[in-house]
Nanobody, 125 residues
Protein backbone atom coordinates (compact mmCIF):
# COMPACT_ATOMS: atom_id res chain seq x y z
CA UNK A 1 0.00 0.00 0.00
CA UNK A 2 1.44 3.36 -1.06
CA UNK A 3 1.72 5.98 1.65
CA UNK A 4 2.89 9.57 1.56
CA UNK A 5 3.42 11.14 4.95
CA UNK A 6 4.01 14.87 5.40
CA UNK A 7 5.50 16.51 8.46
CA UNK A 8 6.94 19.82 9.55
CA UNK A 9 3.87 22.02 9.52
CA UNK A 10 3.09 24.42 12.33
CA UNK A 11 2.31 27.98 13.30
CA UNK A 12 4.73 30.83 12.64
CA UNK A 13 4.76 34.60 12.50
CA UNK A 14 4.82 36.40 9.18
CA UNK A 15 8.36 36.50 7.85
CA UNK A 16 9.22 33.18 9.47
CA UNK A 17 10.29 29.89 7.97
CA UNK A 18 9.27 26.25 8.00
CA UNK A 19 10.59 23.11 6.37
CA UNK A 20 8.11 20.50 5.25
CA UNK A 21 9.06 16.90 4.64
CA UNK A 22 7.30 14.08 2.84
CA UNK A 23 8.34 10.46 2.66
CA UNK A 24 6.86 7.76 0.48
CA UNK A 25 6.58 4.05 1.17
CA UNK A 26 4.88 0.99 -0.21
CA UNK A 27 6.50 0.96 -3.64
CA UNK A 28 9.43 2.36 -5.56
CA UNK A 29 8.86 5.58 -7.50
CA UNK A 30 12.11 5.61 -9.38
CA UNK A 31 11.96 8.16 -12.20
CA UNK A 32 8.91 10.00 -10.89
CA UNK A 33 8.67 13.67 -10.08
CA UNK A 34 7.22 14.78 -6.75
CA UNK A 35 5.15 17.82 -6.03
CA UNK A 36 3.62 20.02 -3.38
CA UNK A 37 0.15 21.56 -3.41
CA UNK A 38 -1.77 23.55 -0.84
CA UNK A 39 -5.39 24.24 -0.04
CA UNK A 40 -6.74 27.05 2.07
CA UNK A 41 -10.27 26.97 3.55
CA UNK A 42 -12.87 27.72 0.92
CA UNK A 43 -10.33 27.72 -1.90
CA UNK A 44 -9.30 25.27 -4.59
CA UNK A 45 -6.15 23.22 -4.31
CA UNK A 46 -3.21 25.27 -5.57
CA UNK A 47 0.01 24.13 -7.19
CA UNK A 48 3.09 25.06 -5.15
CA UNK A 49 6.12 23.29 -6.61
CA UNK A 50 7.33 20.17 -8.35
CA UNK A 51 10.74 18.58 -8.85
CA UNK A 52 11.98 16.01 -11.32
CA UNK A 53 13.48 12.70 -10.28
CA UNK A 54 17.04 13.96 -10.77
CA UNK A 55 16.29 17.30 -9.14
CA UNK A 56 17.53 19.12 -12.24
CA UNK A 57 14.10 20.55 -13.06
CA UNK A 58 11.94 22.48 -10.64
CA UNK A 59 8.77 24.43 -11.27
CA UNK A 60 7.13 26.84 -8.83
CA UNK A 61 3.77 28.49 -8.56
CA UNK A 62 3.87 32.24 -9.11
CA UNK A 63 2.80 33.04 -5.57
CA UNK A 64 5.77 31.22 -4.01
CA UNK A 65 8.60 31.90 -6.46
CA UNK A 66 11.67 33.24 -4.74
CA UNK A 67 10.40 32.28 -1.28
CA UNK A 68 9.94 28.50 -1.36
CA UNK A 69 12.47 25.86 -2.40
CA UNK A 70 11.71 22.25 -3.28
CA UNK A 71 14.34 19.54 -2.98
CA UNK A 72 14.47 15.78 -2.70
CA UNK A 73 16.59 12.92 -1.41
CA UNK A 74 15.94 9.79 -3.43
CA UNK A 75 17.92 7.65 -1.00
CA UNK A 76 15.28 8.46 1.61
CA UNK A 77 12.26 8.50 -0.74
CA UNK A 78 11.72 12.05 0.48
CA UNK A 79 10.81 15.44 -0.85
CA UNK A 80 11.18 18.69 1.06
CA UNK A 81 9.73 22.17 0.84
CA UNK A 82 11.58 25.06 2.46
CA UNK A 83 9.19 27.90 3.16
CA UNK A 84 10.81 31.29 3.76
CA UNK A 85 9.43 34.81 4.14
CA UNK A 86 6.06 33.36 5.01
CA UNK A 87 2.94 35.48 4.61
CA UNK A 88 -0.51 35.07 6.15
CA UNK A 89 -1.83 34.13 2.71
CA UNK A 90 0.44 31.07 2.78
CA UNK A 91 -1.82 29.61 5.47
CA UNK A 92 -3.15 26.31 4.14
CA UNK A 93 -2.93 22.56 4.36
CA UNK A 94 0.11 21.46 2.35
CA UNK A 95 0.05 18.16 0.48
CA UNK A 96 2.80 16.23 -1.23
CA UNK A 97 1.95 14.16 -4.27
CA UNK A 98 3.39 11.85 -6.91
CA UNK A 99 2.30 12.02 -10.56
CA UNK A 100 0.42 9.27 -12.33
CA UNK A 101 3.09 9.07 -15.02
CA UNK A 102 6.83 8.59 -14.81
CA UNK A 103 8.93 11.52 -15.96
CA UNK A 104 6.93 14.74 -16.29
CA UNK A 105 6.81 17.55 -13.73
CA UNK A 106 3.12 18.40 -13.93
CA UNK A 107 1.47 21.42 -12.36
CA UNK A 108 -2.14 20.23 -12.49
CA UNK A 109 -3.47 18.32 -9.51
CA UNK A 110 -5.38 15.95 -11.80
CA UNK A 111 -2.08 14.61 -13.11
CA UNK A 112 -1.11 13.36 -9.67
CA UNK A 113 -2.19 9.94 -8.50
CA UNK A 114 -0.85 9.62 -4.97
CA UNK A 115 -1.43 12.11 -2.17
CA UNK A 116 -0.43 12.52 1.43
CA UNK A 117 -2.82 13.41 4.22
CA UNK A 118 -1.54 16.97 4.47
CA UNK A 119 0.16 19.13 7.07
CA UNK A 120 -1.20 22.43 8.34
CA UNK A 121 0.79 25.64 7.97
CA UNK A 122 -0.56 28.69 9.76
CA UNK A 123 1.07 32.10 9.38
CA UNK A 124 0.05 34.81 11.80
CA UNK A 125 0.26 38.48 10.87
Amino acid sequence: QVQLVESGGGSVQAGGSLRLSCTSSGRTFSGYAMGWFRQAPGKEREFVATISWSGARTVYGDSVKGRFTISRDNTKNAVYLQLNSLKPEDTAVYYCAIPKQLGPTPVLSGEYGYWGQGTQVTVAS
